[in-house]
Protein backbone atom coordinates (compact mmCIF):
# COMPACT_ATOMS: atom_id res chain seq x y z
CA UNK A 1 0.00 0.00 0.00
CA UNK A 2 1.43 3.27 -1.03
CA UNK A 3 1.76 5.53 1.84
CA UNK A 4 -1.32 8.39 2.16
CA UNK A 5 1.68 11.25 2.09
CA UNK A 6 -1.45 13.52 3.06
CA UNK A 7 -2.62 12.14 5.83
CA UNK A 8 1.08 11.91 6.80
CA UNK A 9 2.28 15.02 6.22
CA UNK A 10 -1.00 16.50 7.74
CA UNK A 11 -0.57 14.54 11.00
CA UNK A 12 2.98 15.89 11.52
CA UNK A 13 2.18 19.80 10.82
CA UNK A 14 -0.39 19.12 13.56
CA UNK A 15 1.66 17.70 16.02
CA UNK A 16 3.91 20.30 15.71
CA UNK A 17 1.30 22.80 15.87
CA UNK A 18 0.56 21.12 19.44
CA UNK A 19 3.73 21.41 20.28
CA UNK A 20 5.10 25.02 18.78
CA UNK A 21 1.96 27.20 19.41
CA UNK A 22 2.14 27.97 22.71
CA UNK A 23 5.63 29.79 21.90
CA UNK A 24 4.32 32.10 19.28
CA UNK A 25 5.50 34.93 19.61
CA UNK A 26 7.39 34.28 22.78
CA UNK A 27 11.18 35.33 23.39
CA UNK A 28 12.01 31.59 24.44
CA UNK A 29 10.96 29.90 21.09
CA UNK A 30 14.16 32.22 19.36
CA UNK A 31 16.75 30.90 21.60
CA UNK A 32 19.82 29.52 20.08
CA UNK A 33 20.13 25.77 20.74
CA UNK A 34 23.26 25.48 17.68
CA UNK A 35 23.47 25.85 14.72
CA UNK A 36 22.43 23.62 11.69
CA UNK A 37 24.09 22.31 8.03
CA UNK A 38 24.32 25.83 6.32
CA UNK A 39 25.89 27.55 9.52
CA UNK A 40 22.65 29.47 10.54
CA UNK A 41 21.48 29.38 14.03
CA UNK A 42 19.05 27.30 14.90
CA UNK A 43 16.25 28.41 17.31
CA UNK A 44 14.46 26.64 19.77
CA UNK A 45 11.24 26.01 17.84
CA UNK A 46 13.59 25.10 15.20
CA UNK A 47 14.74 22.33 17.20
CA UNK A 48 11.79 21.27 18.60
CA UNK A 49 9.55 20.83 14.66
CA UNK A 50 12.52 19.11 13.60
CA UNK A 51 12.36 16.68 16.45
CA UNK A 52 8.68 16.06 15.78
CA UNK A 53 9.22 15.29 11.86
CA UNK A 54 12.49 12.69 12.38
CA UNK A 55 10.23 11.00 15.27
CA UNK A 56 7.50 11.04 13.05
CA UNK A 57 9.35 9.85 9.63
CA UNK A 58 12.40 7.15 10.52
CA UNK A 59 10.34 4.71 12.00
CA UNK A 60 8.60 4.73 8.42
CA UNK A 61 12.17 4.53 6.88
CA UNK A 62 11.63 7.65 4.99
CA UNK A 63 14.59 9.56 4.36
CA UNK A 64 14.76 13.34 5.13
CA UNK A 65 16.42 16.40 4.37
CA UNK A 66 15.66 18.93 7.11
CA UNK A 67 16.85 22.53 7.46
CA UNK A 68 18.69 22.10 10.58
CA UNK A 69 20.30 19.09 10.52
CA UNK A 70 20.68 18.01 6.77
CA UNK A 71 20.69 14.39 5.38
CA UNK A 72 19.19 11.40 7.33
CA UNK A 73 19.80 8.39 5.34
CA UNK A 74 17.00 5.68 6.64
CA UNK A 75 17.73 3.68 4.01
CA UNK A 76 14.53 3.97 2.77
CA UNK A 77 12.89 4.61 -1.64
CA UNK A 78 11.34 7.64 -0.57
CA UNK A 79 13.14 10.93 0.68
CA UNK A 80 10.96 13.55 2.41
CA UNK A 81 12.47 17.31 2.04
CA UNK A 82 11.17 19.44 4.98
CA UNK A 83 11.28 22.65 6.38
CA UNK A 84 9.75 22.05 9.66
CA UNK A 85 8.72 25.75 10.42
CA UNK A 86 9.21 27.98 7.53
CA UNK A 87 9.30 31.29 8.77
CA UNK A 88 10.58 31.07 12.19
CA UNK A 89 11.33 34.55 12.64
CA UNK A 90 8.18 35.33 12.05
CA UNK A 91 6.81 32.84 14.45
CA UNK A 92 9.13 34.00 17.41
CA UNK A 93 8.46 37.80 16.73
CA UNK A 94 4.35 36.88 16.64
CA UNK A 95 4.07 37.54 13.30
CA UNK A 96 1.58 35.47 12.31
CA UNK A 97 3.17 34.35 8.64
CA UNK A 98 4.75 30.93 8.97
CA UNK A 99 3.94 27.42 7.68
CA UNK A 100 5.27 23.41 7.60
CA UNK A 101 6.58 22.41 3.85
CA UNK A 102 6.53 18.68 3.35
CA UNK A 103 7.91 17.15 0.06
CA UNK A 104 7.65 13.63 -1.15
CA UNK A 105 10.97 12.28 -3.79
CA UNK A 106 10.75 8.93 -4.71
CA UNK A 107 13.91 8.77 -5.88
CA UNK A 108 14.72 11.79 -7.59
CA UNK A 109 11.45 12.18 -8.97
CA UNK A 110 8.56 14.22 -6.61
CA UNK A 111 5.41 12.90 -6.11
CA UNK A 112 3.93 14.59 -3.84
CA UNK A 113 4.08 18.56 -1.65
CA UNK A 114 1.97 19.64 1.04
CA UNK A 115 2.13 23.07 3.29
CA UNK A 116 0.27 23.71 6.57
CA UNK A 117 -0.20 27.41 7.71
CA UNK A 118 -0.49 27.52 11.40
CA UNK A 119 -2.15 30.29 11.99
CA UNK A 120 -5.03 29.89 9.14
CA UNK A 121 -5.15 26.61 9.14
CA UNK A 122 -5.15 26.55 5.56
CA UNK A 123 -3.51 23.06 3.68
CA UNK A 124 -1.91 23.19 0.66
CA UNK A 125 -1.03 19.76 -2.01
CA UNK A 126 0.20 19.31 -5.03
CA UNK A 127 0.69 15.80 -6.49
CA UNK A 128 2.74 16.22 -9.92
CA UNK A 129 0.37 16.00 -13.17
CA UNK A 130 -3.07 15.59 -10.74
CA UNK A 131 -3.22 19.10 -9.89
CA UNK A 132 -2.85 21.54 -6.61
CA UNK A 133 -5.46 21.75 -4.21
CA UNK A 134 -6.14 23.73 -0.96
CA UNK A 135 -7.87 21.88 1.81
CA UNK A 136 -9.05 19.44 -0.45
CA UNK A 137 -10.48 22.15 -3.24
CA UNK A 138 -8.72 22.41 -6.39
CA UNK A 139 -6.46 25.41 -6.77
CA UNK A 140 -5.44 27.45 -9.71
CA UNK A 141 -2.77 30.47 -10.15
CA UNK A 142 -4.96 33.79 -11.40
CA UNK A 143 -4.48 35.69 -14.07
CA UNK A 144 -2.17 39.03 -13.62
CA UNK A 145 -3.49 42.10 -14.16
CA UNK A 146 -0.96 44.41 -16.13
CA UNK A 147 -0.01 47.04 -14.26
CA UNK A 148 -2.01 45.65 -10.82
CA UNK A 149 0.46 42.88 -10.36
CA UNK A 150 1.19 41.80 -6.21
CA UNK A 151 4.90 40.52 -6.16
CA UNK A 152 6.91 39.20 -3.34
CA UNK A 153 10.25 40.07 -4.51
CA UNK A 154 13.93 39.48 -2.23
CA UNK A 155 16.17 41.05 -3.84
CA UNK A 156 18.62 42.72 -0.34
CA UNK A 157 17.80 46.13 -2.62
CA UNK A 158 18.94 45.30 -6.15
CA UNK A 159 16.89 45.42 -9.12
CA UNK A 160 14.38 48.19 -7.83
CA UNK A 161 13.04 48.97 -10.99
CA UNK A 162 11.14 46.25 -10.87
CA UNK A 163 9.65 47.90 -7.71
CA UNK A 164 8.49 50.30 -10.05
CA UNK A 165 6.91 47.96 -12.34
CA UNK A 166 4.38 46.28 -10.40
CA UNK A 167 1.51 47.87 -7.99
CA UNK A 168 2.07 45.51 -4.76
CA UNK A 169 5.33 44.74 -2.94
CA UNK A 170 4.70 42.30 -0.19
CA UNK A 171 7.64 40.34 1.00
CA UNK A 172 6.21 38.44 3.70
CA UNK A 173 8.77 35.96 5.35
CA UNK A 174 7.89 32.91 4.77
CA UNK A 175 8.54 31.52 0.91
CA UNK A 176 6.81 28.53 1.04
CA UNK A 177 3.81 30.29 2.90
CA UNK A 178 4.41 32.72 0.05
CA UNK A 179 4.51 30.04 -3.00
CA UNK A 180 1.38 28.95 -1.57
CA UNK A 181 -0.08 32.29 -2.03
CA UNK A 182 1.28 32.40 -5.75
CA UNK A 183 -0.92 29.10 -6.26
CA UNK A 184 -4.20 29.82 -4.93
CA UNK A 185 -4.22 33.29 -7.04
CA UNK A 186 -3.61 35.42 -4.09
CA UNK A 187 0.08 36.68 -5.28
CA UNK A 188 0.83 36.81 -8.82
CA UNK A 189 5.14 36.23 -8.21
CA UNK A 190 7.37 35.53 -5.41
CA UNK A 191 10.91 36.35 -6.77
CA UNK A 192 14.02 35.48 -4.51
CA UNK A 193 17.26 36.94 -5.89
CA UNK A 194 19.37 36.80 -3.32
CA UNK A 195 20.90 33.25 -3.63
CA UNK A 196 19.12 32.48 -0.31
CA UNK A 197 16.86 30.46 -0.56
CA UNK A 198 17.22 26.25 -0.28
CA UNK A 199 15.61 23.21 -1.45
CA UNK A 200 14.17 22.74 1.85
CA UNK A 201 12.42 26.11 2.05
CA UNK A 202 10.86 25.65 -1.51
CA UNK A 203 10.71 21.92 -2.82
CA UNK A 204 6.47 22.14 -1.57
CA UNK A 205 6.07 25.10 -2.96
CA UNK A 206 7.24 24.70 -6.15
CA UNK A 207 5.53 21.19 -6.37
CA UNK A 208 2.21 22.93 -5.41
CA UNK A 209 2.73 25.86 -7.64
CA UNK A 210 3.53 24.43 -10.63
CA UNK A 211 0.29 22.23 -10.28
CA UNK A 212 -1.56 25.36 -10.04
CA UNK A 213 -0.10 26.39 -12.84
CA UNK A 214 2.51 28.45 -12.06
CA UNK A 215 6.00 29.22 -14.04
CA UNK A 216 9.09 28.69 -11.85
CA UNK A 217 12.56 29.24 -12.85
CA UNK A 218 16.03 30.19 -11.77
CA UNK A 219 17.03 34.04 -12.56
CA UNK A 220 18.33 32.85 -16.02
CA UNK A 221 15.06 31.60 -17.00
CA UNK A 222 15.88 28.17 -16.66
CA UNK A 223 13.13 25.98 -15.12
CA UNK A 224 13.82 25.17 -11.13
CA UNK A 225 14.94 21.59 -10.86
CA UNK A 226 14.30 20.34 -7.42
CA UNK A 227 17.41 19.21 -5.63
CA UNK A 228 17.56 16.50 -2.74
CA UNK A 229 20.05 18.88 -1.24
CA UNK A 230 19.56 20.94 2.40
CA UNK A 231 22.73 23.31 1.76
CA UNK A 232 22.68 24.57 -1.57
CA UNK A 233 21.14 28.11 -2.39
CA UNK A 234 19.25 29.15 -5.54
CA UNK A 235 17.63 31.87 -6.98
CA UNK A 236 13.91 31.88 -7.88
CA UNK A 237 11.49 32.90 -10.35
CA UNK A 238 8.06 31.83 -9.57
CA UNK A 239 5.35 33.69 -11.25
CA UNK A 240 1.77 32.89 -13.28
CA UNK A 241 2.27 34.26 -16.17
CA UNK A 242 5.16 34.19 -18.81
CA UNK A 243 4.57 38.02 -19.83
CA UNK A 244 5.29 38.81 -15.87
CA UNK A 245 8.06 36.27 -16.40
CA UNK A 246 9.82 38.00 -18.83
CA UNK A 247 9.09 41.38 -17.56
CA UNK A 248 11.09 40.13 -14.34
CA UNK A 249 13.79 38.45 -16.37
CA UNK A 250 14.35 41.32 -18.34
CA UNK A 251 14.58 43.57 -15.42
CA UNK A 252 17.07 41.18 -13.79
CA UNK A 253 19.43 40.82 -16.86
CA UNK A 254 19.73 44.72 -16.89
CA UNK A 255 20.75 44.37 -14.02
CA UNK A 256 19.13 47.72 -12.31
MN1 LIG B 1 12.66 26.63 9.06
MN1 LIG C 1 12.76 28.16 5.69
Known sequence: METSWSELSFDIAKEIEKQI???????????????NVSGDVTDYVDRVSENVVISRLSPLGINIISEEKGFIDNG??????????????????????FGFSFAIFKGNRPIYGSIYEFITGNFYEG????????????????KPEKGKEALSFYSRGEFPE???????????????????????GALDGVVDVRNYVRYTDIAAGVIIAREAGAIITDDSGKEIKLRLNATEKTNIVAVNDQELLKMVLEVIERGN
Open 21 to 35: MPLFGKEEAGKVVGT
Open 76 to 97: GEYTAIVDPVDGSYNFVSGIPV
Open 127 to 142: IPDNGAFMNGERIRVR
Open 162 to 184: LVNKVKRIRVLGAIAVELAYLAR
